[in-house]
């Protein structure tokens, strides 16, 4: 008698502390201090609505060389910025000069005069993207390098994201007992209705 009693209280113990460690995660993970992406845009107050975003931002809260990455990306962009636009502004007001230069000429009637300086306008034109040719094509390279920079970073956070939502995942394990419970639920409410006259 005293052993049924014993292994019933223990089957009682252990089932109960199943129960209970259902509900705790394994371990604290990032994922646990974000919110859902659907909650994000339903409030719309937090995040960008994107959960790689999100993780990411949590796992830099903490991360000091993550930290010090983000700032070179940050830095690097507002410089490459800087240091295009300044070429950008000179070439602009070149090219904008042939382009006014070229409708001038559409307008004088003399047609001599008007093919002189229309071969004049051309030639200055030419020599210069000639003279300038060497900096738009490192322009050219500065804009893919840039590309290729937001997309590796991109890559960077989706890889470093994947292992936060994973061990979410292993924390949080989906078990059926609860929706199976609620099924037959569902049956036995079912059945009585059914028998109902």
Known sequence: MKKIIITSALSLLIISCEQKSRNIPLENNVVDHVESSSSISLKGSRGQGNMVFDIYSELLKNDKSLQNLEQKIENVNKETNSVISEYQKILNKSENYYDDA????????????????????????????????????????????????????????????????????????????????????????????????
């Open 102 to 197: 070229k409708q001038l000429t559409k307008s004088i009637t003399d047609s001599m005069v008007k093919k002189e300086i229309e071969r004049d306008v051309k030639f200055s034109s030419e020599r210069y993207n000639l003279k300038t040719k060497k900096i738009k094509d490192l322009i050219v390279q500065i804009n893919k390098n840039t590309n290729i920079i937001q997309d590796q970073h991109t890559i960077f956070k989706i890889k470093k994201t994947i292992p936060e939502i994973e061990k979410y995942q292993n924390a949080h394990p989906l078990k059926t007992d609860n929706l199976e419970n609620f099924i037959n639920k569902q049956n036995q409410l079912l059945n009585e209705l059914k028998n109902l006259k």
